[in-house]
């Protein structure tokens, strides 16, 4: 079945460093792909998403290109501030009646000052 | 506008109990899915319902049941609590693709 496979964390860095998270995934089709981030005792927030293959998704300076060759779709950032410490979320949205979505297991990611 | 509303947002069960958790959508949006997030791990699929029709159920088991009402609102039902169903569930709406998440409820079952 359709799955999501994300780096491990925690992921620590300092303020200002560059940050990438790795996703891949395998799924029937042509899925669409979504980073969702979740602060401390939140709900979950869309991140950015991508819907066909080669598609940038970006928001806040946060970007993840939709790589089909390589069924990925890393999460990339150039500067981290603090405010973005946070778990991060991989997910694809495949085929079928419900678009259910299905997750990675999230990245937590600390930014020091 | 207000986002997805969940309630309550945290609550206390003893197991064997049953315990009943309600959604609601963001206005004119009639899709509703639910999702288990145990801590640590990403949220589960439970259930999606459109237009008060099950569209999807994930792999629960049947103590898990759902309802969705004419208000396009939700409940999620979890009879038989376990010690397992300890989690946060988290509500999504949507109106085609995009998916809205609500701040969950916490459920602690002890």
């Known amino acids: 079945g359709d799955s999501v496979t994300q780096m491990e964390g925690p992921v620590t860095l300092s303020e200002e460093a560059f940050l990438t998270i790795n996703c891949t995934y395998t799924?029937?089709?042509?899925?669409?792909l979504f980073w969702y981030v979740q602060y401390p005792g939140e709900g979950l927030q869309l991140l950015l998403k991508?819907?066909?293959?080669?598609d940038k998704g970006s928001n806040k300076g946060f970007e993840a290109t939709y790589r089909k060759e390589t069924t990925s779709f890393h999460l990339e950032k150039g500067s981290v501030q603090v405010s973005d410490s946070a778990v991060y979320f991989c997910?694809?949205?495949?085929?079928?009646?419900?678009?259910?979505?299905?997750f990675g297991t999230g990245t937590l990611l600390a930014v020091q000052p | 506008d207000a986002g997805v509303t969940q309630s309550p947002t945290h609550l206390i069960k003893t197991r064997g109990q049953q315990v009943t958790l309600r959604c609601s959508p963001i206005s004119g949006h009639k899709s509703v899915s639910w999702y288990q997030q145990v801590l640590g791990q990403g949220p589960q699929f439970i259930f999606q319902y459109y237009e008060k029709e099950e569209r999807g159920r994930g792999n629960f088991p049947d103590r898990f049941s759902a309802r969705q009402f004419p208000n396009y609102s939700s409940e999620l039902n979890v009879n038989a609590l376990l010690l397992g169903d300890s989690a946060l569930y988290l509500c999504?709406?949507?109106?085609?693709?995009?998916?809205?998440f609500g701040s969950g409820t916490r459920l602690t079952v002890v």
């Open positions: 997910a694809l949205r495949g085929g079928g009646a419900t678009n259910k979505l299905i």
């Open positions: 799924a029937t089709g042509y899925p669409s």
């Open positions: 999504a709406s949507s109106l085609d693709y995009g998916y809205t």
């Open positions: 991508a819907t066909k293959a080669d």
